[in-house]
């Protein structure tokens, strides 16, 4: 979608979809401990690692976590899920996989790692020590804007295929994905489809945050006094486009000496 037009696009590269309340967690683990499984990836929000932001550390007082430590062959953290595959395909004597987070956090493989780790650690510290040697967490940094779906997504979504799909959609049409290229069992040639490999997702990161999240926070507490209600209304007007456009190129920054008058 953009302010011109929408286009539609079916994505037909996931072949199966499974849900641990539905299919079976059993049946979940036992996909993840397939040999040929070399890249367990997550999308589940930054509440879903369990852990605390400030300090990027598990929270082992963590309901989901205590319950994990106490009875790691059915865990309900998304942690105790990783854990618990890493676990058996070390017992079954199976090559580890990468696990690469795609949540929206700064050095978000970090913070995986940092989780997995010391959950493993509370649970068998044997197996920590494998997980380390082991397995890789790459970082990725996405950016593309996706707006909350409304029931009018769907209805535009619907008129552009004819179906009536509930999990649809609505994007912006700029894409960027840059992965971490650290992964113990290969990985697809993602560069193909315009993914960025890289050895250092930070600089990426960085940039988002100055140049995208700095606008947006910019746009919205001028647009919230001007009365708009949404980014994309800003962005109507010319002024504040100017405005966008002008703090994204210019050089900004505290000049020390002005600013102790």
């Not at 049946?27 to 070399?38: G, I």
């Not at 997550?42 to 598990?58: D, F, N, Q, R, V």
């Not at 007082?61 to 395909?89: C, M, T, Y």
């Not at 795609?102 to 650690?121: F, I, K, Q, S, T």
Request: glycine share 6%.
């Amino acid at each position: 979608m953009s302010a011109e037009a929408w286009t539609a696009r079916v994505v037909g590269v996931v072949k199966q979809a499974m849900h641990a309340q539905v299919a079976g967690l059993e049946s979940v683990l036992a996909k993840m401990c397939e040999p040929q499984v070399a890249i367990v990836s997550l999308t589940i929000t930054e509440k879903g690692y369990c852990h605390s932001p400030a300090t990027g550390k598990l929270q082992l007082d963590h309901p989901l976590i205590v319950a994990d430590i106490q009875n790691p062959h059915q865990p309900k953290s998304a942690p105790g899920v990783i854990v618990e595959a890493l676990a058996r395909r070390k017992a079954a004597g199976l090559p580890a996989f990468s696990v690469m987070s795609c949540d929206n956090m700064p050095e978000n493989g970090h913070v995986l790692r940092n989780v997995v780790c010391a959950l493993a650690r509370a649970i068998d510290s044997e197996l920590a020590d494998w997980i380390v040697e082991s397995v890789t967490f790459p970082s990725t940094m996405v950016d593309r804007i996706v707006p909350a779906v409304t029931p009018a997504t769907l209805d535009k979504i619907e008129q552009l295929t004819g179906v009536r799909d509930p999990a649809g959609v609505a994007c912006e049409p700029f894409r960027q994905w840059v992965i971490e290229d650290n992964f113990v069992a290969g990985r697809p040639e993602w560069e193909k489809a315009g993914a960025e490999l890289v050895a250092d997702v930070v600089p990426f990161e960085e940039m988002k945050l100055r140049m995208l999240n700095g606008s947006h926070s910019f746009l919205a507490y001028l647009g919230y006094l001007a009365g708009y209600q949404h980014i994309n209304d800003c962005m109507q007007d010319q002024n504040y486009l100017r405005a966008a456009r002008s703090l994204m190129l210019k050089r900004t920054g505290a000049d020390a000496e002005s600013a102790g008058r």
